[in-house]
Nanobody
């Protein structure tokens, strides 16, 4: 299983950015997909999750109303649209594949990609 996250970069506060995560080696539409982030010196934080068909989503409190998770099962890809970026959004962002009902804890996700770094300056 491979989850390849991309799209990170250096941004200014207020900017928008879209992350992508391409999956291979798994039956993509049978997995819940999630995004987590980890800032230096902090614990990994749940960002968003999306159901297998994309009909249901869940967000962490710190990103509600600013971030949108989506998926394209035909392309085996999950996205994270990030709007109104803030300096506190600076972190490595990880995509993950899991089971269950939109879990918000890392232990419920069995497959992880490498991080993509998002840096937001004020």
């Amino acid at each position: 299983v491979q989850l390849q996250a991309s799209g990170g970069g250096l941004m200014q506060a207020g900017d928008s950015l879209r992350l992508s995560c391409a999956a291979s080696g798994l039956t993509f539409n049978t997995y819940v997909m999630g995004w987590f982030r980890q800032a230096p010196g902090k614990e990994r934080e749940f960002v968003a999750a999306i159901s297998r068909r994309g009909g249901s989503t869940r967000y962490g409190d710190s990103v509600k109303g600013r971030f949108t998770i989506s998926r394209d099962n035909a392309k085996n890809t999950v996205y994270l649209q990030m709007n109104s970026l803030k300096p506190e959004d600076t972190a490595d962002y990880y995509c993950a594949a899991g089971t269950g009902a939109l879990p918000n804890i890392a232990q419920e996700y069995g497959h992880w990609g490498q991080g993509t770094l998002v840096t937001v300056s004020s």
